[in-house]
């Protein structure tokens, strides 16, 4: 495996699947799982027309910045059937992080189907074999969703998946012990792990100087083990919202409050704060560039950047749309520093950036869906001039509109702009939704 990893790490693909593929048939289940990623991440590498929305009476086009991975409509089947295979030749010789990316998968109904029971059993499969990942996922879910003991066990969770290497669960750690929640309180703990957390660009809290500083590592081990029962038979209740508040009828503007917890919404925002980057905007002759138009920085979450329970948010999101997750092109994460802002524009895609119904594509954006992850302390509202209304963030509600009418024509009312921020930081996520199927993972 070490000469495979070396020839990856160097780019040469071609030679590592090939030496990948000969370990993967003696039954090694990290060559099937490493041989799974290329498959699966080489299906994100074409370039198709950009999937981001059109600046409102502008030639530029706000894009990923990542552009250069743009996710694409109908991948080669074949390919993804292969990733599948191994991914699931490894979950049968016992490898976790397979069993963890078959478990993230199946949420989005497409390469893999979902069964909520086994899902339950690869989540916990995960977590008693210590994967990271799984763990933090485990311990923001039974943190909101357990019974008092697993709530007080979803620290132990954390704490565990810190040690093995998650920098989330270690900014999520810190925010727990610095306010006390669902754990006693060790400030100065808490400052170290703070620290450690802002070096990783995390938005967690500043270190309260008063309580000084200690050791960031625990003092005894955390009490997860093979005995815990790591019962996920209601995870399916993350996906649920209770109806939404009709804010505007032309373009069936709903509001759910208090959808997301506070803890939900930083894990999010560390999933992907470590890679923000400037948001992009590209011309109609394809050239990449900065724009006052768009001023934020942000992060596209390509299925391999997914966790199950951020998946499990994105369900919840696709839900206010009335519509399946695999409608979606991949979540996108914004902030917005003071003096940032997005300016008036719609989110449908000009012709030439999208492929019709009836030419066999996933057509335009029919929703928009959007997640108010950390509301700033002034400005940065949501304007819908054409609606006479503006929307103040709160941190937790998601808001729905649809950018199309019955008839599939653009919704005029859609027109919005995300204000300019006067004070603090805004994040928010947002999720396009197409008329039909979009993801292929």
């Known amino acids: ?3 495979a990893k070396q020839l990856l790490s160097t780019n040469q693909i071609a030679e590592a699947k090939s030496l990948l593929q000969v370990l993967a048939n003696q039954g090694n289940s990290i060559a099937h799982f490493e041989l799974a990623n290329i498959l699966l991440i080489q299906n994100t590498d074409h370039s198709t027309p950009d999937a981001t929305p059109a600046n409102q009476g502008k030639n530029a086009l706000p894009v990923k910045a990542t552009e250069k991975r743009q996710f694409f409509e109908n991948p080669p089947d074949e390919d993804i059937q292969r990733g599948m295979h191994h991914l699931r030749q490894a979950e049968q010789l016992g490898y976790p992080p397979a069993v963890y990316r078959l478990a993230y998968t199946s949420l989005t109904e497409t390469a893999e189907a979902l069964n909520w029971n086994t899902l339950a059993e690869r989540m916990a499969f995960c977590c008693r074999a210590g994967h990271p990942n799984a763990l933090c996922d485990a311990a923001v879910y039974f943190g909101r969703y357990g019974n008092p003991e697993q709530q007080r066990a979803s620290t132990d969770m954390l704490e565990l998946a810190a040690l093995n290497g998650s920098i989330v669960a270690m900014a999520l750690l810190g925010e727990r012990l610095a306010s006390g929640r669902l754990c006693k309180a060790d400030p100065a703990r808490a400052n170290s792990i703070l620290a450690l ?15 000084g500083f200690t050791a960031p590592e625990p003092s005894r081990a955390p009490a997860i083990g093979t005995h815990t029962e790591f019962d996920f038979s209601d995870l399916q209740q993350v996906e649920y919202l209770t109806d939404g508040q009709i804010l505007h009828s032309a373009n069936q503007l709903l ?3 208090n959808a997301l917890s506070r803890e939900e919404c930083l894990y999010i925002q560390c999933l992907g704060a ?5 948001s992009i905007v590209v011309d109609e ?3 990449s560039q900065l724009s006052a138009e768009r001023s934020s920085h942000d992060f596209y979450f390509l299925p391999e950047f997914e966790q199950v329970y951020l998946n499990l948010l994105q369900r919840k ?4 749309a009335k519509l399946p997750l695999a409608n979606s092109e991949q979540l996108t994460m914004l902030r917005y520093l ?3 802002e997005f300016r008036l524009h719609r989110d449908n895609l000009p012709p030439n950036h999208f492929i019709a119904l009836e030419n066999g594509g996933s057509g335009q954006r029919l929703r928009t869906v959007i997640a108010y992850l950390q509301a700033p302390d002034s400005g940065g509202t949501t304007n819908f001039p054409l609606l006479s209304l503006e929307l103040r963030p709160e941190q937790g509600q998601i808001v729905c509109f649809d950018n199309l009418l019955s008839d599939g ?3 005029a009312t859609s027109l919005h702009a995300g204000t300019p921020v006067k004070q603090g930081v805004k994040w928010i996520c947002t999720l396009w939704m197409r008329q039909e199927t979009h993801r292929a993972l």
């Not at 957390?197 to 100087?209: F, G, I, K, T, Y």
């Open 285 to 287: 002759n394809g050239k």
């Open 1 to 3: 495996m070490a000469q």
């Open 274 to 278: 470590p890679n923000l980057e400037p």
């Open 255 to 257: 509001a759910f409050n």
């Open 197 to 211: 957390s802002r070096d990783w660009n995390m938005p967690v809290r500043e270190p309260d100087l008063q309580y």
């Open 338 to 340: 003071p003096g940032q």
């Open 409 to 411: 024509k653009p919704c």
């Open 317 to 320: 999101m696709a839900h206010a």
